[in-house]
């Protein structure tokens, strides 16, 4: 069961398809003690990983004392990060406060192609910067890329360059088109280049041994299933049934790219709307439409229920229309 917190609006960077559109930190954000309480909740839900993510999670003045307390009842804590601020003392800080691994973001070898996408002149050399001072101070790190059609061609590359700064596995996701990401939604890769690079992908893990994952493209399961490839994931898609995400006012949404507010934890708690939430309770025990519901793979994949929801207009149940079973 996996957790994430974006636990502030506010960035230092405009990157050009952030799904919570970052930029300055809100006035109701969660306080540290109100975040205190959502980590107890979660423990109690029997959650384990907590990632701290955002906007940019370092901008936040508590982060420290909140992932020091994660640690001390018993979660694993994370952290999502563009990577530019990992200065040697801020790193020491986090490992001294018991952070266990990082997820830092490259979406191109290319510095000039990364920076223009994060919007941010430097921001790859800040960033492989970043993961040199986790890889010497020993902080576990992976890679996280964002895939479009302008960097399909480098996926495998940043694999590589990936293995070559240490990063113990590379998360590759697939664009869902929320917040910015909705202006750049022509960008994403049509259902049969996002097949092939799925089977790429997978085919690549056979011959490296740092992890690859596919992130909001679920089918992933099915391609491994078909190519006979182990995978330690259980299923491709988790939203409201392993996973979740708590917005920096509160809200709480089954994941960060379905803008679907299924409560705030500030009304009840996290615990109340975890276990009783009715849109949690629907995707957790209703059948999914469409091909989803007839493919023969639904218990392993499940469709990206984003996907779906932004699709039909409302419907989180449908059919994921990024799927070739879909038919689109």
Not at 318 to 323: L, M
């Amino acid at each position: 069961m996996l957790i994430s917190w974006n636990t502030t609006q506010a960035c230092n960077i405009s990157c050009l398809h952030c799904y919570r559109d970052a930029g300055d930190c809100l006035r109701d954000e969660l306080t540290t003690e109100e975040g205190k309480r959502l980590l107890d909740d979660a423990f109690a839900c029997g959650f384990r990983i907590f990632v701290f993510s955002g906007g940019e999670p370092l901008l936040r003045p508590d982060l420290l004392e909140l992932i020091a307390y994660a640690r001390s009842i018993g979660l694993r804590p994370v952290l999502g990060t563009n990577g530019i601020l990992l200065t040697p003392q801020k790193v020491a800080e986090l490992k001294q406060a018991g952070l266990a691994a990082a997820g830092i973001s490259v979406d191109s070898v290319s510095p000039e192609r990364h920076d223009w996408f994060r919007q941010s002149a430097g921001a790859w050399a800040a960033t492989v910067e970043g993961m040199r001072v986790c890889r010497e101070a020993g902080l576990p790190f992976q890679v996280h890329t964002t895939v479009m059609d302008w960097n399909e061609a480098e996926v495998l590359d940043i694999t590589d360059k990936a293995i070559e700064w240490g990063a113990a596995a590379h998360h590759i996701f697939f664009l869902v088109p929320t917040g910015r990401g909705d202006n750049i939604k022509d960008r994403s890769l049509p259902t049969t280049q996002q097949e092939i690079l799925l089977s790429n992908i997978l085919e690549k893990q056979r011959q490296v041994s740092i992890e690859l994952k596919p992130t909001c493209a679920p089918q992933f399961m099915r391609i491994a299933s078909q190519k006979e490839i182990p995978m330690r994931f259980s299923k491709g898609c988790i939203a409201g049934t392993a996973y979740c995400v708590i917005l920096p006012n509160g809200d709480l949404q089954p994941c960060p790219y379905f803008p679907l507010k299924a409560g705030n934890v500030r009304e009840g708690g996290f615990a109340k709307l975890w276990r009783e939430s009715p849109l949690f309770l629907e995707l957790r025990t209703t059948k999914l439409g469409g091909a989803c519901g007839a493919c023969g793979y639904q218990d392993i994949c499940g469709g990206c229920r984003a996907r779906a929801w932004h699709a039909s207009s409302g419907d989180y149940m449908a059919e994921d229309p990024s799927c070739i079973f879909s038919g689109n």
